[in-house]
């Protein structure tokens, strides 16, 4: 087994190189990343009786930073929100409106599947079905591969629309 100062010394070294890179990434700026902090606690219980040996709470931050892919130069123009924000356009926002933004056939479909994936966890009888809706999820055109299902759920309440 590699000793303490072994690891130590390559999880250092390893840190260093990410500093680099994590620098080159930080003056592109074609690039944007995000940093999310977080501060974490460790309690160190002292094993050893010795005088002067306390128990302590070793306190520090944690950080993760990650690059945002499909960043659009000019959308972190503060001048750009700060003219949005003085436009006021929230006043006039409805909930017709919103509600208008939502894929709702999507919606429908996602639903549907995501009832199926729990039908087929929890209901011993439809256990082999449940690779066959596990895989619905990978379609990109669900919508028509479950729309025999949804002709079917209308004997039980549910309206399809056409």
């Not at 080159?24 to 974490?40: E, F, Q």
């Not at 094993?47 to 990650?66: E, H, P």
């Not at 409106?97 to 996602?110: A, F, K, N, Y």
């Amino acid at each position: 087994m590699p000793s303490y100062s072994s690891i130590y010394h390559t999880l250092q070294t390893l840190a260093d190189q990410e500093t680099v890179i994590m620098k080159a990434h930080g003056c592109n700026p074609a690039k944007w990343g995000s940093i999310c902090l977080d501060n974490v606690q460790q309690y160190i219980r002292q094993r050893d009786l010795w005088i002067g040996c306390k128990n302590k709470m070793q306190i520090g931050i944690a950080a993760t930073y990650f690059e945002m892919k499909g960043f659009v130069p000019g959308a972190d123009n503060l001048c750009d929100k700060q003219r949005c924000i003085m436009e006021n356009k929230r006043k006039d926002l409805t909930v017709e409106q919103v509600l208008g933004w939502i894929d709702q056939p999507h919606l429908e479909t996602v639903g549907i599947l995501h009832w199926l994936k729990v039908l087929t966890d929890y209901v011993p009888e439809l256990a082999e079905h449940r690779d066959h809706v596990s895989l619905l999820f990978l379609y990109p055109s669900c919508q028509t591969l479950t729309s025999g299902l949804c002709h079917k759920c209308s004997s039980f309440g549910y309206k399809q629309e056409e």
